[in-house]
């Protein structure tokens, strides 16, 4: 082995963050059912889930309580709340501002 792999080889390793992820289901309202995937890792938390047949992915955003994912833009989205094993879909208008629910009475599947 040469000498600069053999130092290469002791220099300390950069740990990286795990990234992790989750994949669930929610039974909402009407018995319609919304498969949720959750990507988490040092920089990025995403949300992707299937509704009517469309996947949507949603980045985390800043919330009170909970988990809050929506796009980040100034326009239409959808915005998907969780806390706990509850969650809701939400639809923002992006020329008012107002959040209406789309799906509601959303429970994780045990």
Do not use: H
């Amino acid at each position: 082995m040469k000498a600069g792999l053999f130092l290469l080889a002791l220099l300390p390793v950069p740990a990286f963050a795990e990234t992790q992820m989750l994949t669930t289901r929610y039974t909402c309202a009407r018995d319609v059912e919304v498969p949720a995937t959750y990507v988490n890792a040092e920089d990025l938390q995403v949300a992707v889930i299937t509704v009517e047949g469309r996947q949507i992915s949603l980045y985390s955003e800043e919330a009170a309580s909970g988990a809050r994912y929506g796009w980040p833009s100034d326009g239409s989205n959808y915005v998907w709340w969780t806390k706990g094993e509850e969650a809701t879909l939400y639809w923002k208008d992006g020329a008012t501002g107002t959040e209406s629910v789309v799906l509601d009475g959303c429970v994780q599947a045990q």
